[in-house]
């Protein structure tokens, strides 16, 4: 149960004023992402779910910083492929790859994917991150392994693949690829791959030293209960948003 003093998702009366919410998250996780170095030149991307046209979905333009994109320069982007609204190109391994996750968990308003350096490192183990810490007990039995790497994604198909794979889960390790999370709204989404990339590094620097011990199963599984909620994954942004929207306030624009 929540304290009654926490801040609570909000709602919205009018579809633009939602649709503006989740672009302005998007714009920030965006920033975050740059701001903590998750870009790897072209390659990434976050979506959002557009609140009115649920077959669209709002995404970053292809080739573009992530660190100087502003809300005015995300695309809508539709099922088929065709950017509706902007005038940049879509990253087609976005398009692929989100697309197929969109239709399949209906559920879901964002999905996170990007080249991380400790994503990537971890996701040549070919393993499941363990419960060694608090923070990592978030995606206890709640993330899985995508094993079928065949080159960049550009095929539907195999975004289909990997939204199979994902299944109910929040997060998916790409293995030879990087981090992909997905969340019931665009911060718990974003949320999810800092976490995630933070977890993969506190594992890879554990194992490096030695032996680390493991949480006991009934524990993690109630730490998840606890911290690996979709409210946690929202609430867990609210300071990563202030932070960057302090320190680059033109990403509304």
Same mark, same amino acid.
């Given at each position: /149960?929540?304290?009654?003093?926490?801040?609570?998702?909000?709602? @919205?009366?009018?579809?633009?004023?939602?649709?503006?919410?989740?672009?302005?998250? $998007?714009?920030?996780?965006?920033?975050?992402?740059?701001?903590?170095?998750?870009? &790897?030149? +072209?390659?990434?991307?976050?979506?959002?779910?557009?609140?009115?046209? *649920?077959?669209?979905?709002?995404?970053?333009?292809?080739? /573009?910083?992530?660190?100087?994109?502003?809300?005015?320069?995300?695309?809508?982007?539709?099922?088929?492929? &065709?950017?509706?609204?902007?005038?940049?190109?879509?990253?087609?391994?976005?398009?692929?790859?989100?697309?197929?996750?969109?239709?399949?968990? %209906?559920?879901?308003? =964002?999905?996170?994917?990007?080249?991380?350096? @400790?994503?990537?490192?971890?996701? *040549?183990?070919?393993? $499941?991150? #363990?419960?060694? *810490?608090?923070?990592?007990?978030?995606? @206890?039995?709640?993330?899985?392994?995508? #094993?079928? @790497? *065949?080159?960049?994604? !550009?095929?539907?198909?195999?975004?289909?693949?990997?939204?199979?794979?994902?299944?109910?889960?929040?997060?998916?390790?790409?293995?030879?690829?990087?981090?992909?999370?997905?969340?019931?709204? +665009? #911060?718990? =989404?974003?949320?999810?791959?800092?976490? /995630? &990339?933070?977890?993969?590094?506190?594992?890879? !620097? =554990?194992?490096?030293?030695?032996?680390? /011990?493991?949480?006991? %199963?009934?524990?993690?599984?109630?730490?998840?209960?606890?911290?690996?909620?979709?409210?946690?994954?929202?609430?867990?942004?609210?300071?990563?948003? &202030?932070?960057?929207?302090?320190?680059? %306030?033109? !990403?509304?624009?």
């Amino acid at each position: /149960m929540l304290q009654p003093n926490l801040p609570k998702p909000a709602s @919205y009366d009018r579809i633009k004023d939602e649709r503006l919410h989740r672009q302005q998250c $998007l714009a920030a996780g965006l920033r975050l992402f740059a701001y903590y170095g998750f870009d &790897e030149g +072209v390659a990434g991307h976050i979506t959002a779910r557009d609140p009115e046209l *649920t077959d669209h979905f709002w995404v970053n333009p292809f080739g /573009m910083y992530f660190g100087h994109i502003r809300v005015s320069d995300l695309l809508l982007v539709n099922h088929q492929g &065709e950017v509706v609204q902007g005038d940049r190109p879509v990253n087609a391994a976005a398009f692929a790859i989100h697309s197929q996750i969109h239709q399949a968990r %209906p559920d879901i308003v =964002a999905a996170a994917h990007s080249h991380s350096i @400790y994503g990537k490192a971890w996701a *040549t183990q070919g393993r $499941l991150l #363990e419960p060694l *810490t608090q923070d990592a007990c978030s995606f @206890y039995q709640d993330h899985v392994v995508f #094993e079928d @790497y *065949t080159g960049v994604v !550009l095929d539907p198909s195999e975004g289909w693949r990997i939204a199979q794979t994902l299944g109910n889960c929040k997060a998916a390790i790409l293995c030879n690829h990087g981090l992909l999370t997905v969340g019931q709204t +665009v #911060e718990a =989404a974003v949320w999810w791959f800092i976490a /995630m &990339e933070r977890a993969c590094q506190v594992q890879l !620097l =554990a194992e490096a030293a030695g032996n680390p /011990m493991q949480i006991a %199963p009934e524990v993690a599984q109630l730490t998840q209960s606890q911290i690996g909620t979709p409210y946690m994954g929202w609430f867990s942004f609210q300071s990563e948003y &202030e932070r960057i929207v302090s320190l680059q %306030p033109d !990403l509304l624009n």
